[in-house]
């Protein structure tokens, strides 16, 4: 299927939360770009991903012209509904692309990692041009914000977005951890890791490099969606 | 110790080479700082973070009254000689940040991750205020180069700078890898990754992001610095 004729699709790491850390790659296309694609997890739900490329676009003079596609990408667990909701975005954005429009489609952190991106790219990439830009990713702006190298020389680093039984052996295997999504399963993350006879130093951090960020040694308090929970072993 | 008078000392992350993959905030501090510190691998080898950011600062009126630390870094194993030449290069910067100067040392990908700038940090931190700004990391930007996810939903990524002896567990409980700078032993690699026997995709990015980024379906064929290897398993 030819590509030409066609606008082009750009997937955007908007990083953690801070709009200053998007890249100068990532303004300059937003800047230009006619329409943005910004799931949201429910209907009424603010899409954060939107919230941090805002203070960007609301300076656009055609800002008002924009458009922006908010399709709902709801945190379910069945694969079907799932499907559906993936397919009926990824036709929503064709409809621009296939007028010949850019879509820029916005992601939290980096659109490589744990990014819904990847099932609107699947759906798209025969069809149509994509270009990806990386973004800041939450575990990196983490470490960051509590000022501790994730990682030195040949050290091994292991990112886990959900805890299962093979917990054990990537704790023993490894010199960081990094945990996506902490308050998800805090109970049972709390009582694993510290069965873990390994000497280590925990740290979480909840809503990272945002105005509420909030920085605990050990795990999350709360419960908010966006918290990244770093356990470093000792030597 | 007061850190009151003094200097601040920013560890920046320059990103994986292209300069426009540099975050706002980045760009910002850049563009004020009155000293650069970006350390060298060897005397006469020019430094790539400086390369990076020498499109935002060769731009600044007040480009002439830069001052540009290059301590070298050599890249070498010996412990106490390394220690050597990380407290010279702290205290170097020290120098600049007892005359009350901020300083920003720059460096590739994020400063978190397998970066120069953790051992400057540990030197540093208790006398004098540290701000860290994550960068993109190399993975990340491979990922997006080759326009593959590199982890959905509850995959498991490891991140190895060097192969050790557990990376057969290692590939056993993982979905994604990630080797760092992989040319340095390719041969010892591939010989143990063919032998596992999941199936998977192996892609390599040698100078990602930059002019001369080259992809390979495998491992690098050259013996490129900056080359990065992403090993996909199949489900």
């Known amino acids: 299927m030819t590509k ?5 699709l750009f997937g955007i790491g908007v990083g953690p939360g801070d709009s200053e850390l998007l890249t100068l790659k990532a303004v300059k296309i937003l800047n230009e770009i006619p329409v943005i694609c910004s799931p949201r997890s429910a209907p009424n739900k603010e ?3 939107l919230s941090i490329v805002n203070p960007i676009i609301k300076k656009r003079k055609d800002f008002k012209e924009l458009t922006v596609l908010e399709p709902v990408f709801p945190m379910i667990e069945d694969p079907l509904s799932l499907e559906k909701h993936w397919d009926d975005a990824s036709e929503l954005i064709a409809k621009s692309l296939n007028k010949g429009l850019n879509v820029a489609f916005i992601t939290l952190g980096d659109p490589s990692i744990y990014s819904t991106f990847s099932y609107v790219q699947k759906r798209l990439e025969d069809s149509y041009l994509i270009e990806v830009i990386p973004g800041i990713t939450s575990f990196a702006a983490c470490a960051s914000s509590i000022k ?7 050290d ?11 917990l054990e052996i990537l704790m023993e295997n490894s010199d960081t951890i990094a945990l996506m999504k902490t308050s998800r399963n805090k109970k049972e993350l709390e009582n694993k890791i510290n069965h873990q006879i ?5 740290f979480s951090v909840e809503n990272c490099t945002m105005e509420n960020e909030k920085i605990i040694k050990g795990f999350p308090e709360n419960k908010p969606y ?4 770093i356990i470093k072993f000792k030597k």
């Open 47 to 49: 899409s954060i991903a």
């Open 226 to 229: 966006l918290s990244t929970t």
């Open 148 to 154: 501790k190298p994730l990682v030195e020389k040949d």
């Open 156 to 166: 091994v680093l292991i990112i886990i977005p959900k805890i299962k039984e093979n």
């Open 198 to 202: 390994r000497e280590k130093e925990i």
């Open 4 to 8: 030409i004729n066609k606008g082009k």
